[in-house]
């Protein structure tokens, strides 16, 4: 796998997509711009992956020294295009002081106590359906990953909506927040520990679909 200097790294990108596999805890403390994640040492790699990227597009990873090899073979497994990688990792890109995108986390009981003051807080669970139907924050729109970068969802998006974004345990919500990032949606926070911080929070109004009550 070929390995791109900073400046052919970012000039490739013009026609690739960035794919940063670095731990979820490291790529929302900083990344670069545009950057779709992915954690290449979760078990979901792959679900995940095919989920949110489109086969038809070649990829440029960031990723921590060491696991070249292990991710071309993991993504060439899943039948996608692998262009090459930043040599050196983010720390290429954040020492040259280019300009650096966060997610920002908020925990479950902020997230519970600003949802009867903010008119334009809108929850997005991005949860398997199944998941959502056992049990869901009232008014939450579920909007798993195979679908978060549908340009026709990400329409109905308003300009001033304030989302949450939330999944069972705060991987997958960061993975849609880089997709919707992507696609210039940054009014977002990330829930930490997910679902199953929001359950534990006695004020939250849990429901369940129909089907689902017992």
């Keep these: 796998m070929k390995s791109f200097s ?9 026609n690739a997509v960035i794919l940063d596999i670095r731990d979820t805890e490291r790529f929302k403390k900083g990344f670069i711009p545009g950057s779709i994640h992915v954690p290449l040492q979760a078990k979901q790699f792959g679900e995940w992956a095919t989920a949110v990227l489109d086969h038809s597009e070649s990829l440029l990873l960031v990723i921590e020294p060491g696991e070249e090899q292990t991710a071309e073979k993991e993504l060439i497994a ?11 990792g983010f720390n290429t890109y954040k020492n040259a002081d280019k300009p650096v995108d966060m997610i920002v986390d908020v925990e479950a009981d902020e997230l519970i106590m600003d949802i009867p003051f903010d008119e334009h807080l809108v929850v997005i669970d991005v949860r ?7 049990g869901h924050l009232k008014d939450a729109i579920n909007l798993p990953l195979n679908e978060i970068g549908d340009p026709v969802k990400i ?7 304030n989302l949450y974004l939330h999944c069972g345990g705060g991987t997958r919500s960061v993975i849609a927040a880089s997709v919707l ?21 006695p ?3 849990i429901v ?4 689902m009550l017992n």
Excluded: C, M
């Design 155 to 161: 329409a109905t998006i308003e300009e001033n909506d």
């Design 181 to 201: 990032k992507k696609q210039g949606v940054h009014n977002l926070h990330n829930v930490a520990g997910g679902w199953k911080k929001i359950k534990e929070e």
């Design 78 to 88: 899943l039948g996608f295009s692998v262009e090459g990688y930043l040599e050196g």
């Design 6 to 14: 900073l400046s052919g790294f970012l000039n490739a990108a013009e």
């Design 203 to 205: 004020r939250a109004e």
């Design 128 to 134: 398997k359906p199944i998941e959502f139907a056992e």
């Design 208 to 211: 369940k679909e129909p089907g």
